[in-house]
């Protein structure tokens, strides 16, 4: 299938420039948009992409702010609204460039936070979630609580590459990978757990959702998404647990599983 490839730096709602790519099948079905997690880059999603891309799903991803090659100061956010209005700005170049087709966002992890907040936020700006080990409840490790009375700016090492994935191919690559960030803040920890109370403190998430989560996560607890699938309001969700699979299931053993679930769910949905 003929792609066309787009890299690009796009501006933010408060000017600052987000890396963004773009992958376009001849005759796009729908369109995607990733929205990935602390840390990394959005490059680390090309597997996830070609597999969208071939299935006819034109693909956005984009790195956060104060991620990969976008602005900012680095793993650093100074209110949740960030998180979540990037990825607004995503969503409405791709719904301007696109008329007709159908939008579904995909977030993993932090990402997930965005995706569940921006389609409870906006519920007119989307058709569809889909919520890779999603950060969407107050269930974090005792860390999230520490860091809230530190300085924002704090720096901690990123030890996340272990508790990743069971592949050591994957997690090689990631340590070796400049462009994932090696610390983040206690800026980012205090922002992203204010955004999750936020958001769990407002149920009314009514559109169709995917959640995706790996049974031995430890870094998202697999009762983010359970608890989320409970409470939300939304009529059309669907929940799969990934026996003995890791934090990022697109890079487990389940991980073509995990791509044709995805496409299958939307397939159904347009």
């Given at each position: 299938m003929k792609k066309e490839k787009i890299m690009q730096m796009i501006q933010a709602y408060d000017g600052l420039n987000l890396y963004m790519t773009t992958d376009t099948?001849?005759?796009?079905?729908?369109?995607?948009?990733?929205?990935?997690?602390?840390?990394?880059?959005?490059?680390?999603y090309a597997a996830v992409t070609q597999k969208l891309f071939d299935r006819g799903f034109k693909v956005?991803?984009?790195?956060?702010?104060?991620?990969?090659?976008?602005?900012?100061?680095?793993?650093?956010?100074?209110?949740?609204?960030?998180i979540t209005e990037d990825l607004h700005r995503i969503v409405d170049i791709a719904s301007e460039e696109n008329p007709g087709l159908k939008r579904f966002l995909l977030g993993y992890s932090?990402?997930?936070?965005a995706v569940a907040d921006f389609c409870t936020k906006?519920?007119?700006?989307?058709?569809?979630?889909?919520?890779?080990?999603?950060?969407?409840?107050?269930?974090?490790d005792g860390f999230s609580r520490v860091s809230q009375s530190l300085d924002p700016l704090t720096r901690f090492p990123n030890k996340l590459a272990k508790r990743l994935t069971s592949d050591p191919e994957v997690t090689a690559a990631y340590?070796?990978?400049?462009?994932?960030?090696?610390?983040?803040?206690?800026g980012l920890s205090q922002q992203l757990t204010l955004?999750?109370?936020?958001?769990?403190?407002?149920?009314?998430?009514?559109?169709p959702?995917?959640?995706?989560?790996?049974e031995k996560d430890t870094l998202v607890d697999p009762s983010d998404s359970t608890d989320f699938f409970a409470q939300i309001a939304s009529e059309d969700k669907q929940l799969k647990i990934y026996g003995n699979t890791q934090h990022e299931i697109f890079n487990e053993a389940v991980?073509?599983?995990?791509?044709?679930?995805?496409?299958?769910?939307i397939e159904n949905r347009l």
């Amino acid at each position: 299938m003929k792609k066309e490839k787009i890299m690009q730096m796009i501006q933010a709602y408060d000017g600052l420039n987000l890396y963004m790519t773009t992958d376009t099948p001849e005759s796009p079905k729908a369109v995607v948009i990733i929205s990935h997690g602390m840390c990394e880059h959005s490059g680390r999603y090309a597997a996830v992409t070609q597999k969208l891309f071939d299935r006819g799903f034109k693909v956005y991803r984009y790195d956060l702010r104060g991620h990969g090659k976008s602005e900012g100061e680095r793993g650093f956010y100074s209110a949740p609204d960030e998180i979540t209005e990037d990825l607004h700005r995503i969503v409405d170049i791709a719904s301007e460039e696109n008329p007709g087709l159908k939008r579904f966002l995909l977030g993993y992890s932090m990402g997930g936070f965005a995706v569940a907040d921006f389609c409870t936020k906006y519920p007119d700006k989307a058709e569809g979630a889909i919520l890779f080990d999603a950060a969407t409840r107050d269930n974090l490790d005792g860390f999230s609580r520490v860091s809230q009375s530190l300085d924002p700016l704090t720096r901690f090492p990123n030890k996340l590459a272990k508790r990743l994935t069971s592949d050591p191919e994957v997690t090689a690559a990631y340590k070796a990978d400049p462009l994932n960030a090696s610390y983040f803040t206690a800026g980012l920890s205090q922002q992203l757990t204010l955004g999750i109370r936020q958001l769990t403190a407002n149920p009314d998430f009514r559109l169709p959702v995917l959640l995706l989560h790996g049974e031995k996560d430890t870094l998202v607890d697999p009762s983010d998404s359970t608890d989320f699938f409970a409470q939300i309001a939304s009529e059309d969700k669907q929940l799969k647990i990934y026996g003995n699979t890791q934090h990022e299931i697109f890079n487990e053993a389940v991980k073509n599983q995990v791509m044709t679930d995805v496409t299958r769910w939307i397939e159904n949905r347009l």
